[in-house]
């Protein structure tokens, strides 16, 4: 697995995930829709075409996804336990139909868990951003992770 294990993850350390993520109709479409999210700023070209952006706004819960969904293979592949938490989330710009959406990660804290001692919490910083360079989504996450397996 390439995730990291607790001791790996250090304060300070930044990751810029590849490959980035272009967002297609179909994507946005079924997310919302599978999330029962009917919002027509998302899924009625029409009614988005009338609105204050002109087009379909992709769903920011999608957005979310991708950002933190990208960061898995190089921090928390197969070493989580599991989120604990998201705080701070903004969605400072909007994702259009054909954005492509990059992410880096920063480890900002860590500490042992205090009851459970075979696994530790860190928290990560998750930056979006478009092809534009412009920020599309940030978020903190407080992840359990495991420690590595003594011998």
């Not at 029962?36 to 204050?52: C, R, S, T, V």
């Not at 954005?99 to 910083?125: L, N, Y």
């Amino acid at each position: 697995m390439s995730g990291k294990y607790f001791e790996e993850l250090e304060v300070g350390q930044v990751y810029h995930h590849e490959p980035g993520r272009t967002v297609t109709e179909t994507d946005n479409l079924l997310f919302s829709t599978m999330s029962l999210n009917m919002q027509p700023l998302h899924i009625d070209a029409e009614f988005a075409g009338k609105a204050q952006f002109g087009q379909i706004l992709v769903n920011s819960m999608f957005t979310l996804a991708v950002v933190v969904g990208v960061s898995v293979k190089d921090t928390t592949l197969g070493t989580t336990v599991g989120n604990l938490g998201f705080e701070e989330t903004r969605f400072p710009n909007p994702v259009f139909i054909g954005d492509t959406i990059r992410t880096q990660t920063e480890v900002v804290a860590k500490r042992e868990s205090k009851s459970r001692p075979e696994w530790g919490i860190v928290t990560f910083k998750h930056i979006g951003t478009n092809q534009r360079d412009e920020v599309v989504c940030t978020c903190v996450r407080n992840g359990m992770m495991l420690k590595q397996p003594q011998a």
